[in-house]
């Protein structure tokens, strides 16, 4: 019996040794995929004073400057002023209707967008947005590639990439902008220059 559960116990330490043995942690190539973490990605224009100008635009199906010169007509409520009273928000309402109707934004359309992407800057608070994911390819200390996973969306201006262990990642990336409220601002693409 001893001679048997020895015997059996050896057969599952060898199988579990091959196992171990035939898994490699990094492939033949001497890739490995590491995680990127995204920076920032939220910069708006000067002249927008802290508004996502080209997701509102985008989601409105009109051009940043249309928007722009349509919102001139606007007073909005100083910080600290506790947001504008009900009055001052149908007049701006009705400013942006007259000027963007005939791009076809209709009421319930400015309405949608406009809570959408409210936001209490005063407060330290960003507009609705989901973080990016992507996994860089990195050889020889290099990145040399990096796959989007998930574009997440809300993003006004391109954000950094960094990737753990790596000093320097020079890499474009490219958004994507669209009436889909869940996909405008989204990482479209990411290109990497692997000449050093």
């Not at 939220?42 to 989601?59: C, W």
């Not at 996973?149 to 669209?178: E, F, H, M, Q, R």
């Amino acid at each position: 019996m001893k001679l048997l559960l020895v015997a059996v116990l050896s057969g599952f330490s060898t199988l579990a040794w091959a196992q171990s043995s035939s898994s490699p942690s990094a492939p033949a190539d001497g890739t490995s995929s590491v995680k990127v973490t995204f920076v920032g990605g939220f910069d708006t224009e000067g002249e927008d004073r802290g508004r996502p100008v080209i997701l509102i635009a985008s989601a409105l199906n009109v051009a940043p400057q249309i928007f722009r010169d349509v919102f001139k007509g606007v007073h909005p409520a100083g910080p600290g002023s506790g947001g504008p009273t009900n009055a001052e928000a149908q007049k701006s309402k009705q400013v942006l209707l007259a000027g963007l109707s005939k791009y076809g934004v209709t009421d319930e359309r400015l309405n949608e967008v406009s809570n959408y992407y409210r936001y209490r800057r005063d407060s330290g608070e960003i507009w609705k947005h989901v973080d990016a994911e992507a996994v860089a390819t990195v050889k020889d200390g290099q990145v040399i590639a990096v796959t989007v996973t998930n574009p997440g969306s809300g993003y006004s201006s391109p954000p950094t990439v960094t990737v753990p262990g790596v000093a320097k990642v020079d890499a474009k990336v490219i958004l994507s902008y669209g009436t889909e409220l869940d996909k405008n601002g989204s990482v479209k693409e990411i290109t990497v220059n692997t000449t050093r």
